[in-house]
């Protein structure tokens, strides 16, 4: 039986709100696979992306997410880029229910933006331009293999994480 809940999507679509909220009420423990990097690398992800460059964080996210899909009971809030490789996926889909946020890109841009600058992909002049272009070129990649897809947009998260939960109750009982 998968014991872990995987949550996928794009920046600022709630996935770490949901997935703090959500362990808690699971009685599961939160994992964030970019706050392992962090821990690995002992760097900043902005920090990683300028002095290393993208490809060696995703070096690192692969190497922790394979750590962290052989784990059990527990609730993933994965990095937005986490399905530019494919391995990535398929490992998660051992232990884990994969589910996919959504949020349309107005709606990221205010999350983000309270955020500071903390995410090295959206540091454009054009932000808006940006989430569209990088939502739209992975749009295809956030489907495949999905179990479950919720769209954030006008939801807070105690309704996502109810969502969630609905969702996984039923999936328990089809499973039997
Ligand atoms: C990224 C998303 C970020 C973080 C990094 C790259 C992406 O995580 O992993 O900045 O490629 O979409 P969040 O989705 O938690 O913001």
């Known amino acids: 039986m998968k014991t872990n809940v995987a949550l996928i999507g794009f920046m600022g679509t709630g996935k770490t709100s949901v ?20 821990k690995l690398a002992k760097k900043s992800i902005p920090d990683l992306f300028k002095q290393y460059g993208e490809p060696r964080f995703r070096d690192l996210e692969i190497q922790i997410v394979k750590k962290v899909s052989d784990e059990k009971n527990i609730v993933i809030d994965c ?10 996926v398929v490992r998660l889909r051992k232990n884990a229910k994969i589910i996919l946020l ?6 990221v841009l205010k999350r983000i933006s309270k955020d500071g600058e903390k995410r090295p992909l959206l540091d454009a002049p054009n932000k808006i331009e940006r989430i569209r272009k990088l939502s739209s070129c992975r749009e295809h ?18 309704q996502v994480v109810d969502k969630v939960s609905e969702f996984l109750k039923k999936d328990s009982e089809q499973d039997g």
């Open 19 to 38: 997935g703090e909220l959500l362990a808690s009420k699971l009685k599961k423990r939160f994992v964030s696979t970019d706050d392992l990097i962090v």
């Open 141 to 158: 990649l956030y489907k495949e293999s999905i179990d479950f897809e919720i769209d954030t947009s006008n939801l807070n998260v105690d």
């Open 79 to 88: 990095g937005g880029g986490i399905i530019l490789n494919k391995i990535n």
């Open 102 to 107: 959504t949020a349309s890109p107005d709606v």
